[in-house]
Every structure is written in structure tokens, then in C-alpha cells.
């Protein structure tokens, strides 16, 4: 439980790294970094594509631009963040995922985690507090984009525990 995100309002501890070896099979992703904070419902990521599947598979109206655009242009790009979070909710549905387990939102990085960066062990484990350090203002902003959706998913589940 050392490395156990605690999700307060549901009552639920996850381990993230248990997500990531689901999610991590998307064949879009390189590597990934769950995370979630204690007050919210749902777990949020930080995707780092795989540069060469997406620039192969990756359908933009104009590939040649597209092969001229960098990898971080090609991140920001918003169709390819919704290719990619539908294939992670195709992922988390094949593996019955709990909906507080699910995704709610992702952030396309373009940098590896590397030793480097400090954010992998020699090992190749995620070093998750440096992870969290690292990403924070991504996670807050994560949440925050996807807080009216939050809300109204707190609203239901309440409503849904309140029947129980």
C-alpha cells in the first residue's frame, strides 16, 4: 500500500501501478503515469505516446504536414488525445475496470521518463513522488478541465449510495 493512491470520497485505495500495467497495452502508449488526488472520484494520466505508432497510424487530413510537425505539436493535437482516451476506455472496459479506476482525463506528453528526468529508477520503475512533483501543475489541470464532468459524476454516485 506504500504506493497506493487513497480516493477519500469513495472510500477506495488504488495501486496505480496495477492501472498502468493495464493501460500501458494501448498500443498508442509508450509509457503512462496514473495518478488521482484524495478529494476526487476518478484517477487521471499523464500518456506518453508512442511517436512512431502515432505518426504511422494517426490519420490527419494532411500527413505530409504532419510528418513535418514535432512530436510536442503532434501532442497537442486534440484528435489524437481522443484516439488514444478512447482506446485506454476500450482497455479499461476489457479489463472490467471499476469506474473509479477508469480514466477520466489525459495529458499527452511528449518527453520519456528517463532516469535522466529522474522520474524512472535503474530499474525502470516509476519514481512516483518525483512523478507526482513532476506533473503536479498537469494533474491539477487535468482535474480542473474535467471538473464540471467530475461533479456531475459525485452527484450520481451519490444518489447511487443513498439507494444502497
Request: with cysteine.
Amino acid at each position: 500500500m506504500r504506493n497506493a493512491i487513497a480516493l477519500w470520497f469513495l472510500f477506495h485505495f488504488l495501486a496505480p501501478e496495477r492501472l498502468e500495467d493495464i493501460y500501458i497495452r494501448s498500443l498508442w502508449v509508450a509509457q503512462i503515469y496514473v495518478d488521482g488526488l484524495t478529494m476526487q472520484s476518478t484517477v487521471v494520466a499523464v500518456v506518453i505516446p508512442d511517436e512512431d505508432y502515432c505518426r504511422k497510424h494517426f490519420n490527419n487530413k494532411n500527413q505530409q504536414q504532419q510528418q513535418q510537425q514535432s512530436f510536442d505539436e503532434l501532442c497537442r493535437n486534440d484528435k489524437l488525445k481522443q484516439i488514444i482516451m478512447s482506446d485506454l476506455l476500450r482497455l479499461a472496459k476489457q479489463y472490467n475496470l471499476k469506474y473509479y479506476e477508469t480514466i477520466s482525463n489525459i495529458y499527452l506528453y511528449p518527453e520519456l521518463m528517463s532516469q535522466g528526468n529522474g522520474l524512472i529508477t535503474n530499474t525502470f520503475k516509476t519514481r512516483r513522488m518525483a512523478a507526482r512533483q513532476y506533473f503536479q501543475t498537469i494533474i491539477n489541470q487535468l482535474y480542473n478541465n474535467d471538473k464540471n464532468s467530475n461533479l456531475e459524476q459525485q452527484q450520481q454516485q451519490l444518489v447511487h449510495l443513498s439507494k444502497l
